[in-house]
């Protein structure tokens, strides 16, 4: 247990459909990441909260949408997805000291196929 | 874009030889650290190095960091059946607060 919990763990969507996927961290970290892990390719920084506020969006494509409710909780809203965007999803969470970067704690990941 | 880059990216050895991975990285860092993966599973960090720092350990695990060549290097020293996983070297670069990972090395230890 890192004290970082995905839900779900397993997802299968369509093409159409409208799904969240959760992050929460009871660590007392301010910094919440979203990541991206593809078979085969390095893992993809997605977007970055700090105390609540994107600080970083890498051109993540509009179909995905993040929402950071409180510095606990990470959702990531998908939207007419495509079978390309079948991935791991990984949550991380740390600190959040701007410029001193600790460790990053990661959750399980949610595995989402879209069909 | 990619940071660090690991090499080799897969590796084979026997249960108590020792593993090296080499990272290399193109800008200038704060840290850098190495992190393991279970297949599927969430990334678990191992240990950090600072730019300041030249070596580091933290049981059988020894990391080196050389700035002028921009590179670092992970020892598992005696490795065991259960180090198989992959392996990752990730950055920060001081751009923000945010980590930015290599493609990792998937190691396999065999009993």
């Known amino acids: 247990e890192t004290g970082v919990t995905q839900t779900p763990r397993h997802l299968v969507m369509g093409m159409t459909n409208k799904k969240s996927l959760k992050c929460e961290q009871h660590l007392g970290h301010n910094a919440m990441y979203w990541y991206k892990q593809s078979a085969k390719k390095p893992l993809e920084l997605m977007f970055v909260y700090n105390f609540k506020e994107q600080t970083e969006n890498n051109s993540v494509p509009s179909r995905f949408s993040p929402e950071c409710p409180n510095s606990s909780h990470l959702f990531l809203h998908l939207h007419t997805l495509q079978p390309e965007d079948s991935a791991l999803y990984l949550c991380?969470?740390?600190?959040?000291?701007?410029?001193?970067?600790?460790?990053?704690?990661f959750g399980q990941g949610t595995r989402l196929t879209v069909v | 874009s990619q940071q660090g880059e690991e090499d080799p990216q897969a590796l084979s050895i026997q249960e108590g030889e020792n593993a090296t991975m080499n990272c290399s990285y193109k800008t200038s860092i704060n840290n850098l650290q190495w992190y393991r993966q279970n297949s599927g599973r969430g990334l678990v960090h191992l240990i950090l190095?600072?730019?300041?720092?030249r070596e580091k350990h933290s049981g059988r695990l020894r990391v080196t960091l050389d700035t002028s060549k921009k590179s670092s290097s992970l020892l598992i020293t005696a490795s065991r059946a259960a180090d198989t996983a992959s392996y990752f070297c990730a950055t920060d670069n001081n751009a923000g607060n945010m980590l930015t990972f290599g493609g990792g090395t998937r190691l396999m230890v065999k009993p």
């Open positions: 190095i600072r730019s300041n720092e």
């Open positions: 991380a969470s740390s600190q959040g000291s701007r410029g001193t970067n600790t460790e990053a704690f």
